[in-house]
């Protein structure tokens, strides 16, 4: 059955309308009639069985017809990110993470970024894609921080992979399930202050192994990492 | 120090010529001259210190002047996947797993692959350019194989990822460090038959979590999850 994700649906809604490109979707590309029935869900758990009821291709109009619920996972991966330089980098990051399962993305703004802001809109739509795609029913939580210390006022515990010397532990030995977003650095990685401001904070120092990666495969290694220590 | 590669150069070599390409980037991109030392290295653990002795921009000549050599990791990651039908998806698969240290990648078509065939020298290119990046001494094998039953007639053990229903065990507790590729389906899955094919290979059959994963983020997922088994 086709799956629509329409966000502002609430487990009281009656009847509702998809948008004008979900609508053109539905109608003039998977040609619904009325009378077929579609999946719906708003990314926050609730699933829908629907019946279209209005097969007009700009303001196709669906009938709810049951609801269910599906709990959130209360583990939670939360990757804190500086966005790359290079868009398509960052975009893939967003892709795989929601993929396999990340609940939350941050991206922030370090010293030494070179991008200094972000068009947030074609992330949110890889996001929902990929949530679609890997049927997800939560859509991840994505923030922007416009520096580390915005980033800090909001989070008190956590990890930071950084690049300099100094005593650093594993992912697993420190990781938790709730409350600990990973800090990845920019290309340029993160600045020694900006360092010393994370442990200031509580954050643990971590290594991501002996291989130097990308900012985009850092990220995408500690949320891999993650999700294996809570399926393990 | 600028880092060339030159798959050719032996421990042996008292002088080598870069390539037409290498030299170009030497001698006019980078504007190295006589004198100027260089980093060489040639994807077997070989290392070089070189100095220029002539910086033509077609054949750039290096005097080798110290050799040292880096013993292989004798840990193995080896992922057999069926290219997906977009060529970009396993591009940043062969990019993404070279940087986390992957040592073999196998190339196979299944049943249900819709691409039939692959040009590799794109990949190659993009391996040895991650290699050079991640600063790995070893360039990851690449293999391709026409059918899994050419696979298998060099394979007789390893994990298949399938998502049929039956008995799965983790990775973790299957495991080995040497000799075990994980297959990773194309688009469409592998067939029933190709799934008993393994089996009776003597491949486990293994799950990779509850989230249904695109091809490549299934390998790229398999290959982290192999990585953080070795370094833990």
Redesign the interface.
Known sequence: MHLFYIPEITSNSKEVKLSEEESKHACRVLRLKIGNEIALFNGKGDLFLGEIIEDHPKHCLISIKKHTFEEANKNEIHIAIAPTKNMDRIE?FAE?VT???ITEISLFFGKNSERKQIKTERIEKIIISAMK????KYLPKLNVFSSLEEFFKLHKSGAIAHCFEGEKI?L?SSFKTQNYPILIGPEGDFTQEEVNLALKNGFNPISL?E????TE?AG??AC??A??II??
């Open positions: 893939w795989k993929e396999l399962g795609q890997s049927q997800r594993s697993k192994g291989n130097r990666l990308r495969t995408l290694y891999t990492l999700k294996s399926e393990s």
